[in-house]
C-alpha cells in the first residue's frame, strides 16, 4: 500500500478494492493473475451495465411460434428448445461495474453483489475521489 493510504471499501471476494487513493481489480484464473490500479485521479466514470443476449429470446419465441403451428411430433423437441434458451438467457445476464479511465476501462462482472452494494461502492467511490482532491486542494 502507498503512504497513508487505507482501504475503503472491498468486495467479499477481495477481488475489487477501494482504497484513499485507487480502485485495484485483481483476478487469480487458471494459474493466471491480472491487477489492474487505477488511481482515483484518473477514474472518469464509473456505472452499472447490464448485459443480456436478446437473441436468445428471439430464437425462443420462433421455436416457441414453431411449437404451435407446426407438426405435432416436432413440438416436444421444439418447446425443449424454448426451455433451454429462456434457461441460457437468464443464466447468461450479467451486471457488470464499468470504472473507466482516460486509458483503461476497468469491467468487473459482479456475481452476488446486489444492485444496493454496487450503487455503494460507486457511492464511495466517488467520495473518495472528492475527497481526495478535497485533501490536494485541487
Known sequence: MLQGESIVLESDNKELTLSTHRIRHRVVSWGQEDIVSIMLEQVASCGLVHTSNPLLIVLSAVCAIAALVGPERS???LIFAVAILLILYF???KHVLA???AGHTLKV???GMSTEQVMSFIEATESA???RFLSRGV
Do not use: A, E, F
Open 75 to 77: 413440438r416436444v423437441p
Open 91 to 93: 443464466v447468461t445476464r
Open 99 to 101: 470504472i473507466s479511465s
Open 109 to 111: 462482472t459482479l456475481g
Open 129 to 131: 475521489k472528492n475527497q
